[in-house]
């Protein structure tokens, strides 16, 4: 090379090292930690955003991410992300630029993940894919696309008589140990979509594998993702973990996927705001939960369903723990009001072995009559008579107070009980496609 040429590159070197200069900061401003009450870091002496990202200085020489959730004055009160340890006053907080990030691809269909997006089975780590923010992104009401389509999930009960929609909410309500879990499970394996997200937020350790191994066959394993962060999770980890699903989901249903969510459970994911909001001293206001819980419940759920893309939906179904059996629980109402159709689980049914444990007449969706035709709402809506009706005299008949031909619709719901009761009743190894459960809907009521 001629010496002018070597002159050339070396100027060219020095103009872009100059050029750099202006993007490095002359110093880095950073904060100190002065108390440490129970899951909450009081951090000084910098200026610290709401909902921003920090790292705080552990004795090891290791760093902590925590994130801001309040402030009083000068004080800003952080809690972290990961278990604390190693935490000393004066430790070093360092704030972060930019909102929280993850990198997401096709790579993560068949893995399991932490609240991170770190692996969390055996897998290899992921490389490469799309920067997204776990920001949600506004979508104009206006503009979604209607739910008109009705999605297979595999269930008779819910295929033949409450139809889910593709985009539709929906929430499995139910007391502990009545087959929530199991449901899900179901719907997970036999369901029509094209990606699955399982979360499962604040649930015991154990089902994580059991999740895995018993409800997800070979063929749903390489289409799901399921986001785990168990109980002995930090809350803010069960949050995040709660919109990293709601993420993944919406990054697939961008690119034209047919997307079904299920989440396990809304309750825990209140919980764990509760137990942020109380420490940051919200007042409790309805059975120790406070307001701030009822507010960001629809700001999580309005993000599932369809967007203004043509093609892809999401699907969303919640398991809603209703403490001690009450449907009046507060988290329980707010959802039932927010959702777009519930299924109420008896704990009575159970009891009596019959699964799933589906209550048919406090059991509704609202957008049934959107996607199905006119002749399967009308005949859903005789079997809910008759299986109403039947009820009204179910505990006369042992006792011999039904007197047979006094009224013709009382008499066809008994007529009709068991063959309403069986189509009622699905194994859980056992998966019923949409068609064939209207098909046999149909010929229930053509044999009378």
Not at 211 to 224: G, H, I, Y
Request: charge should be negative.
């Amino acid at each position: 090379m001629s010496q002018s040429g070597m002159n050339s590159q070396l100027t060219d070197r020095l103009n872009d090292a100059i050029a750099s200069l202006d993007s490095v900061p002359v110093a880095r401003v950073t904060g100190r930690l002065v108390k440490v009450n129970g899951l909450m870091l009081q951090a000084v002496g910098c200026r610290f955003k709401l909902e921003q990202r920090c790292l705080v200085e552990t004795a090891e020489g290791d760093m902590i991410e925590a994130q801001v959730v309040g402030f009083d004055h000068t004080i800003a009160y952080l809690m972290p992300i990961r278990r604390l340890g190693g935490l000393f006053a004066g430790a070093k907080v360092v704030p972060l630029d930019g909102d929280s990030t993850v990198l997401l691809s096709h790579q993560w269909l068949g893995r399991v993940v932490n609240g991170l997006g770190e692996p969390f089975d055996d897998g290899p780590a992921f490389k490469g894919g799309d920067r997204v923010s776990l920001e949600p992104k506004q979508i104009n009401p206006l503009k979604r696309r209607p739910v008109d389509t009705p999605l297979d999930v595999g269930v008779r009960a819910i295929n033949g008589l409450l139809t889910v929609g593709k985009g539709q909410r929906i929430g499995l309500m139910a007391g502990s140990g009545v087959g929530k879990s199991v449901l899900m499970g179901m719907i997970t394996q036999n369901t029509e979509a094209d990606v699955i997200v399982v979360g499962l937020i604040g649930e015991r350790g154990r089902e994580v594998r059991e999740f895995v191994e018993r409800n997800l066959s070979p063929e749903a394993r390489k289409k799901a993702i399921m986001i785990v962060a168990p109980a002995d999770e930090s809350p803010l980890m069960r949050l995040r973990a709660t919109l990293l699903c709601h993420r993944v989901a919406e990054y697939f249903r961008d690119q034209g996927k047919d997307v079904l969510l299920l989440m396990d459970s809304l309750t825990r994911y209140a919980m764990a705001q509760r137990e942020i909001a109380l420490s940051l001293g919200e007042p409790p206001a309805s059975r120790g939960y406070p307001p701030s819980v009822f507010s960001i419940l629809p700001q999580l759920l309005e993000r599932a369903g369809n967007s203004e893309n043509q093609h892809g939906s999401l699907t969303a179904i919640y398991t809603v723990l209703a403490e001690g059996d009450d449907q009046q629980d507060p988290v329980v109402d707010s959802a039932r009001a927010i959702l777009d159709g519930h299924v109420v689980l008896s704990r009575q049914l159970a009891e009596q072995g019959h699964y799933p444990a589906i209550d048919i007449n406090a059991s509704i969706s609202r957008c049934m009559s959107a996607c199905t035709q006119e002749v399967h709402t009308t005949v859903s809506n005789q079997f809910r008579q008759l299986y109403s009706n039947y009820l009204q005299v179910k505990e006369l008949l042992p006792l011999g107070g039904y007197q047979p031909g006094q009224d013709p619709e009382l008499d066809k719901a008994v007529q009709m009980y068991p063959l309403l009761k069986a189509y009622l009743q699905q194994p859980a190894n056992q998966a019923v496609d949409y068609r064939t459960s209207l098909t046999e809907l149909a010929q229930m009521f053509q044999s009378l």
